[in-house]
């Protein structure tokens, strides 16, 4: 696949995960905190998936304008960063020779271990 279409399919990916997190949150509200931070991880772990520049760059930027609407901590980001190089590292496979970088993100993105993180860190931490 080449590096254009990949682009295009992780945007439209991306797009379809956040809009799904949205849930009408109020950014200010622990709901609309904890869809921050999970957008934040998605986008943290595009960029440690697809490290060619101009994907990483796109994706890192992106993480920052979720941290900079976040109201958490900065350092609370630390265990989600964490957390999706746990997931972007692990070994995935299937009928067709990939890296699945993309499937790793999107099964962080659904985890118990990312839902149970943005819970606790959206509660403790509000600033």
Not at 16 to 39: E, T
């Amino acid at each position: 696949m080449d590096t254009a279409l990949m682009r295009a399919v992780v945007a439209g990916i991306a797009l379809v995960l956040l809009g799904q997190s949205a849930a009408a949150a109020q950014p200010d509200s622990i709901v609309g905190q904890r869809a921050l931070l999970k957008r934040w991880a998605l986008s943290r772990c595009l960029a440690k998936v697809y490290p060619d520049a101009a994907t990483s760059k796109d994706a890192n930027a992106t993480a920052s304008v979720y941290l900079e609407a976040g109201k958490v901590p900065v350092d609370a980001y630390g265990a989600i960063d964490q957390l999706a190089s746990d997931y972007a590292s692990r070994h995935c496979t299937g009928s067709i020779d990939s890296s699945f970088g993309t499937k790793k993100c999107i099964d962080l993105f659904d985890s118990k271990a990312l839902d149970d993180l943005t819970r606790r860190l959206a509660a403790l931490n509000r600033r």
